[in-house]
């Protein structure tokens, strides 16, 4: 298994493994966020890659300015993590980790982040098993006006 930066000859995969991961996005919105990734300077996509050109995995990054519940600026940010399922359990995704978390000390964070769904408890047990705790919960509401 190989790690590296998403390429363009790897887009459609790495689109098929985010249309599971984002079940909610379309085609275009899906799209404009892996350009965007893809072109900028504070974000990036690494892959899982075996048997030369097969996407595995992926994890989504970002630097942010500020994050609830760290003190230092930038904050890495997992902005998404994802394992095809039966190629889960064998080391794919704490790789990823492993890999966001050099990328993120190259730019100079002292900290990370990521969050869950608060009614997705299974991505909830992982993080908290891959050294992250738990800041604290929240409801955010809207209106319209």
Same mark, same amino acid.
């Given at each position: ?42 974000? %990036?996509?690494? &892959? ?10 992926? %994890? ?23 394992? %095809? ?23 100079? /964070? ?18 908290? /098993? &891959? ?15």
């Amino acid at each position: 298994m190989d790690l590296r930066v998403v390429t363009p000859e790897l887009f459609a995969q790495w689109k098929r493994l985010r249309d599971s991961l984002y079940s909610g996005l379309d085609d275009a919105e899906h799209e404009r966020e892996m350009n965007a990734i893809a072109r900028a300077s504070d974000q %990036i996509c690494f &892959v899982a890659v075996a048997d030369g050109d097969q996407v595995l995995g992926f %994890i989504e990054l970002s630097l942010r300015s500020s994050v609830d519940g760290c003190a230092s600026s930038p904050v890495g940010y997992v902005e998404g993590l994802f394992v %095809i399922p039966k190629w889960r359990r064998q080391g794919i995704g704490k790789a990823l980790l492993a890999r966001a978390m050099d990328w993120f000390r190259e730019a100079g /964070c002292t900290e990370m982040a990521a969050d869950a769904e608060i009614d997705d408890i299974a991505t909830q047990r992982y993080w908290t /098993c &891959v050294g992250f705790e738990e800041i604290w919960r929240i409801v955010q509401f809207r209106r319209a006006l």
